[in-house]
């Protein structure tokens, strides 16, 4: 396999006020690889956007301060970069589709020229070099009559037609790596598929790595080959996509399958995780899921448990999986650059 062209080690980002202190992302680690895609999942809350938006070193500080692990990209750390060295990589070599295209887009420039502005900055392009590629990427994103449409505001455009300028504007400097934020929310069934199928194109198209970050289980098993399940801010699980369907290791990743519509299997009512995710700004006393969990042991609620890797480069964070354990690990053991 290829070298990783993103690396994550041990993240831990944490929001710190007066009154408490958040553990937003609690010791996330992955590889990714170029071409692949990794799905980043878990219920709303679980530290999913607050990972990628740490990545691009895109969240307010304060109150947002990484304070421990590395980010590598092509081998150098984004979080020992100045500003200026950021800059040139954010929306360059990393490109990001946020959530919301509606309030991601400014609403007083042509979509045009938000695309052309990325290019004429991280490429030295003229403007009108810059506004023929601004064409060209709305006609690759199936955006009609592009050379018309590349003058018209955000309103003008429906919401599918919105997240295809958002990906035109990402893809404008064709970059290694996409981080693709929801990219299909709000959107109805047919317009998610085509947007699912164009990001598809697009990464063969460019070789790009993608970051895909949902709690759409549908939408993951469309477009991924390895699957990070997150809870609380950790990673519990890590899977490839495949294994992680047939054969769930973590407790609340076969809620989340169990909660899944299935034209397969009839169930007369959906599975449901009871509940609530737990309060970010306190310690936990032994695994944070048990207080959900239907397998719980006594010893879930006293002992928090470590990373089990498993067979197959898997990796569960549950005391069910002890016996399967090949390698044991405390899960920030990969934060050694802690600051």
Known sequence: ???????????????????????????????????????????????????????????????????????LFQGRDLLKMGAEEMRAIRGNRIAMIFQEPMTSLNP???????????????QGVTQEKAWAKAVDLLKKVGIPHP????????????????????????????????????????????IQAQ????????????????????HNIGVVAEMADDVVVMYAGRPVEHAPIGELFASPKHPYTKGLLGSVPSIYVRKERLEAIAGQ?????????GCPFAPRCPSVMERCKTEDPPQFHLAGERMSNCWLNEGE???????????????
Do not use: W
Request: proline share 6%.
């Open 1 to 71: 396999m290829s070298e990783p062209v993103l690396s994550v080690r041990g993240l831990r980002t944490h929001f710190i006020t007066r009154e408490r202190t958040v553990k937003a992302v609690d010791g996330v680690t992955y590889d990714l690889h170029p071409g692949k895609t990794l799905a980043v999942v878990g219920e709303s809350g679980s530290g999913k956007s607050v990972h990628a938006l740490s990545i691009l070193r895109l969240l307010p500080e304060p109150p947002a301060k990484v304070v421990g692990g590395e980010i």
């Open 108 to 122: 007083v420039i042509k979509v045009g020229e938000q695309i052309a502005e990325a290019i004429v900055l991280h």
């Open 147 to 190: 050379e018309e449409r590349v003058n018209d505001y955000p309103h003008q455009f429906s919401g599918g037609m919105r997240q295809r300028a958002m990906i035109a504007i990402a893809l404008s400097c064709e970059p290694d790596v996409l981080i693709a934020d929801e990219p299909t929310t709000a959107l109805d069934v047919t």
């Open 195 to 214: 947007i699912l199928d164009l990001m598809k194109q697009l990464q063969r198209e460019y070789h790009m790595a993608i970051i895909l970050i949902t």
């Open 277 to 285: 995710p737990p309060d970010l700004s306190g310690g936990f006393v």
């Open 325 to 339: 354990s090949t390698e044991r690990s405390h899960r920030h053991e990969s934060a050694g650059a802690a600051k």
